[in-house]
């Protein structure tokens, strides 16, 4: 079973702190420091003295034969329990799917329902899943040149360095000539990343079920893997099935950080902004949900709205929502709970984009809290539409999204009937509906929900 400690958004941990059996051991902190120091660690942590404290990224950090989750911070999971950081596990893991960030498209809910799997596992399940799936598809060759000695005359026979090569051996013979077998690219970085695994992983499910493939798949050279080898690659109608496996073993890659000091400490980060998932969560969701009514919801493109000499500035709505018939609406996600109004700035950067993008209405959304109440206003300065023969209002509120039902009680199911995360209704946003919504499952389904705020 893994060694887990479960932590939160901005937690601090400390040397010595205790999970169960699980402690964080003074050479974790050493690791974790080098890695803060030396490579991208200081974007994920800030160090004190004897402790790290966590930013706003969420995900797993393995450090050694221990491993660190860092959940999103909500109202009631700081002080919670192991029931309810399990909970929060689990709608982290379905966010990531649901934001289409976990690049699969199912999400076994018996992985789910295993509660010793750790971030990392799961993802290392699903790269197993897809690598076995290669497998059973056979994987790809491709034809490339191969230079060098042979026993027979095979190709074309390279004569500088057949002659510089071969004076004495007259038996052999330095030639280029093409071979059709499994090394190239595809198939060298989906090997490389599942040699990796058991070096990630205590689980001896995952490792022998690594062990079988490599069994299988094929021999290639071990190459240095960077960014750019990743972004070189192309895929055809045959390697276009290698894309999801080559998605996940980039990020087992470029984020593994082997211990070059020889104390076995490697340390993988799997970590994600929690402001960008949030915003992309709520996107596809808003997209699922409304979308089958006709509204057009999009992440609009970045626009320049101001250049000077040798410099410009530009602005982007996180989303932007356009309802026929009633005009437009912009969403701005915020993870960040405002603690009572919302900041001057928030609103001056959506009075902005309502200018910019024709919308009457603008919102902010932060995730649910007990302690905060949605507010509505209104600019004073109202909307001048170049075509409009009176000045038009523009409505500006807060909302608050509950995602995966109460934490606080976490035996209380965290899906809805169609297997999403349950996700409360933006009442803004229901006041808008036609009356054939009624008609949608997804939709009657929140406003039900809504009656249960």
Known sequence: MPRILQVVEHQKLSIGDTQGDTVFEQRHFDRLARYHDEQAGHLYFDLRRTAVVFGHHVGVIQVGDITIEILPKVDDVESAGEKVLGKWHD????????AEIIPVDTLSNALLREKSNSLLDVYLNLFLNEV????????????????????????????????????VHQ???????QTYDHQ????????????LVPRLTSSPTLRGRTARAMLQWAETPAIKVTAATFSRLTYSRKTEAYRPALRIA????????????????????????MNRLWEQYLLRTLQRLYEPLG??????????????TGTKSSMEPDILIKVPGKGSIVLDA???????????????????????YGANHTLLCY????MEAATEGMFMLPYLAPDATHPITITCGTTFVRVGGASSHPDEPSLDDQGYLRCSPIPQLLSWLPEQAEKLPSISSQAAALGQQ
């Open 132 to 167: 076995e799936a290669l497998l059973h598809r056979g994987l790809v060759k491709r034809y490339r040149q191969v230079e060098g000695q042979q026993q027979a005359l095979r190709g074309a026979l390279q004569f500088g360095q057949h002659i510089a090569r071969n004076l």
């Open 171 to 177: 038996e052999r013979f330095y030639t280029r000539h």
């Open 250 to 273: 980039r990020l087992l890659l470029l984020n593994h950080s082997p211990d070059l000091r020889g104390g076995g400490e490697d340390l993988i980060a799997l970590l994600f902004n």
């Open 91 to 98: 709608i982290l893991l379905r966010m990531l799917h649901e």
């Open 184 to 195: 190239h690219r595809h198939n060298q970085l989906v090997r490389q990343a599942l040699v």
């Open 367 to 370: 995730p649910y809290s007990h």
């Open 334 to 356: 915020k993870w960040k709970r405002p603690y009572g109004k919302p900041a001057g700035a928030d609103l001056r950067q959506l009075y902005a984009y309502a200018q910019y």
């Open 295 to 308: 509204w057009e919801v999009t992440k609009p493109r970045s626009q320049i709205f101001w250049e000077g």
